[in-house]
């Protein structure tokens, strides 16, 4: 009886794979998610518990502020930002956006009082971010500033320096701070200049 042998990866197959190996996600989704339905739930219970306790609570009542308890949590709740390599998605309840992170035309930062970092690729598509998914996870910073900078050695520049320059100077400096609060270095450096130098001379007041 022959024995079979088994087949290799296809071209196909294996780019797949490394591909999908090579997606990144925001780790800290999760825990804002949890967050979001945790403070949906307490505004819509402490709404229905206040009808309760004054004798208003009817099941339509109840209804609406369950209704108000969802709505709080559509707009509490962030998208979930994930990159491979040459794409960047932003993926929320009802939406997706995918811009191609190889064929970049615009980065810059959103107007407003919240700022956003808004990329636009070739083919017109457009994305959204909080900086601060990149800031907390370097990963995903890193796949995003790798397709950048491989678009910029291929002769294809992408415009927005200050919005990229300011978003490197940001991820550098928290990547430089957890690094002093992993080693310690930060609450040696925070003690010795709060603690004030002792005296070492020995003189008694006169």
Do not use: C, K, Y
Request: proline content about 6%; aromatic content about 4%; overall charge positive.
């Amino acid at each position: 009886m022959r024995r079979r042998m088994p087949r290799p990866a296809g071209r196909h197959g294996g780019a797949a794979t490394d591909r999908t190996r090579a997606a990144v996600a925001d780790a800290h989704q999760a825990g804002e998610r949890r967050t979001a339905v945790a403070l949906a739930a307490l505004a819509g219970a402490a709404l229905a518990g206040a009808d309760a306790a004054a004798g208003m609570l009817t099941w339509q009542r109840a209804a609406l502020w369950a209704l108000l308890g969802g709505v709080v949590f559509v707009v509490l709740v962030p998208p979930l930002v994930s990159a491979a390599p040459g794409r960047l998605t932003s993926r929320g309840l009802f939406t997706e956006r995918t811009v191609r992170t190889d064929a970049l035309v615009s980065v810059r930062w959103s107007d407003g009082v919240a700022r956003r970092l808004v990329l636009r690729d070739a083919g017109g598509r457009r994305v959204e971010i909080d900086p601060g998914v990149l800031v907390r996870n370097p990963a995903l910073w890193h796949r995003l500033d790798t397709d950048l900078r491989l678009s910029a050695g291929h002769g294809r520049p992408v415009p927005g320096t200050d919005a990229l320059r300011q978003l490197r100077e940001h991820v550098d400096g928290a990547a430089a701070r957890a690094v002093f609060d992993v080693s310690g270095l930060g609450q040696d450096r925070s003690a010795t200049a709060v603690s004030p130098p002792s005296s070492t001379d020995g003189a008694s007041p006169g």
